[in-house]
């Protein structure tokens, strides 16, 4: 069985695997990703938060990207019962980038995989994670097995797991737990738009709410392809009978904004299905090895905070492993764990609080606050570290009590009978 040695294991060559391989390449350090899927592939996660442009842009992969023409996203719009809520990023609490993208993942996933290894790091498609054991000082020793079913050995001094949705660590060494999130399922797929409407009418990401507890997601690229899917209780997605052509067909009906848009339109591939997606796991490092991205846990794709999360840790974990490399002393727990559980609290609560609908009340309430909608806007970028921000540091009571405060309003407002 062949072996082999490198500085650092990465699993997954996603956006959270090459963030973390292109800052520790540009370290000095010697670096193998291995990944299971044949690039260019179908994944999930396709738009985007102005956070993780701050993470493209210092470990050098930005320039790449800004080759590709991406559509470009300034901002999100929901829709509820006629009422129409935009965020623009430019007008939010906590300085920092705009805008970002809404991108083909498999467009976006090769073309930061490709640039990895125009820089000269060692990445191997169609080979997966099948065993991994730890020494008592955290070296590893991983099993892998190519698409031929070949095994061989690779001894390294850290494993960053950014394996996303295979989660491979955490099921390897039994860290999974279940997530404190409600459970939902959700059911999506491409269209080609040829009669796409123009200006943004035909470009901007939507978020259509046709019940408190279901909303359909409308995410134009541009290429004139346009990912549609809807996220609603498991039970509710269930209910609809058929292929998964035909349920998908008939819930675009619950759309009274985008049905005719949509209704005649070819599905691209037959739509997915997905279960009780939110995933966590009961620790998010080891002695030897860090989990990011959906590897770490995984919430809900109402506010798009998959891809940001996983090049926040990515990152924090290259950055905490290179000080460690340097004999540095390097607090795991605090800088990372603690770092990370801090920024997904805070999504967690916006998730948590929008299926309850208090977090609907606040966006649809009328009039609009300014001030607040800022705020707000700056944790839909994906600024959840930024203590300034109210709706960051008391976001555990912020989000109830306002929503309470609109309630008391309204029933003032409603005729006395």
């Known amino acids: 069985m062949n072996e082999s040695k490198a500085d650092i294991l990465i699993i997954g060559a996603g956006p959270s695997g090459c963030v973390a391989a292109a800052y520790l390449q540009n370290q000095g350090l010697k ?17 985007l938060l102005p956070r993780c442009m701050d993470h ?11 080759k590709m023409d991406f559509e470009i996203k300034r901002g999100a719009r929901f829709l509820k019962n006629g009422v129409v809520c935009n965020f623009d990023f430019s007008k939010k609490h906590t300085p920092g980038w705009d805008w970002t993208w809404q991108v083909p993942r498999a467009d976006f996933d090769n073309v930061l995989a490709n640039t990895l290894i125009e820089k000269g790091v060692d990445i191997t498609f169609e080979e997966e994670v099948v065993d991994v054991s730890f020494d008592p000082e955290g070296n590893s020793k991983t099993t892998l097995k190519d698409k031929n079913g070949n095994l061989s050995v ?84 269930e209910s609809y009978s058929g292929t998964t052509t035909e349920k998908l067909k008939d819930m675009l009906k619950m759309s009274h904004y985008y049905y005719d848009r949509l209704k005649d339109l070819d599905f691209l591939f037959p739509p997915v299905e997905i279960k009780n997606y939110s995933k966590s796991v009961t620790r998010l490092y080891g002695k030897g090895y860090a989990l990011t991205g959906n590897s770490a846990e995984f919430l809900d794709p109402v506010f798009s905070s ?32 603690e770092y990370m559980r801090e920024g997904v609290d805070v999504f967690a609560t916006y998730v948590k609080e929008w299926y309850t609908g208090n977090l609907q009340k606040i966006f649809f309430h009328r009039p609009e606050n ?48």
């Not at 670096?31 to 738009?47: D, L, Q, Y």
């Not at 493209?56 to 800004?66: A, K």
């Open 31 to 47: 670096i193998k990703v291995v990944e299971k899927s044949k690039f260019p592939r179908f994944v999930i996660g396709e738009s």
């Open 56 to 66: 493209f842009e210092e470990v050098g992969l930005l320039d790449s990207l800004n």
């Open 154 to 237: 690779l001894n390294a001094s850290f494993i960053i797991d950014s394996s996303g949705y295979g989660r491979v660590l955490p099921r390897l060494l039994g860290l999974d737990k279940p997530s404190e999130l409600p459970k939902h399922a959700s059911i999506f797929t491409h269209v080609k738009e040829p009669n796409r409407p123009e200006g943004t009418e035909g470009t901007l990401i939507t978020f259509d709410v046709v019940t408190d507890d279901v909303w359909l997601w409308v995410i134009p690229f541009s290429n004139g392809v346009t990912s549609i899917g809807f996220v609603g209780p498991i039970e509710l997605i």
């Open 306 to 337: 998959g891809v940001t999360f996983a090049t926040e840790s990515a990152l924090k974990a290259a950055k905490l492993i290179t000080r460690q490399v340097n004999n540095e002393a390097v607090d795991w727990e605090k800088e990372y764990s």
């Open 370 to 417: 300014p001030e607040i909608k800022k705020q707000i806007c700056a944790v839909l970028a994906g600024y959840v570290w930024d203590k300034s921000n109210p709706f960051v540091k008391n976001h555990n009571r912020l989000v109830k009590t306002l929503a309470n405060v609109i309630d008391i309003e309204t029933t003032k407002q409603q005729p006395k009978s």
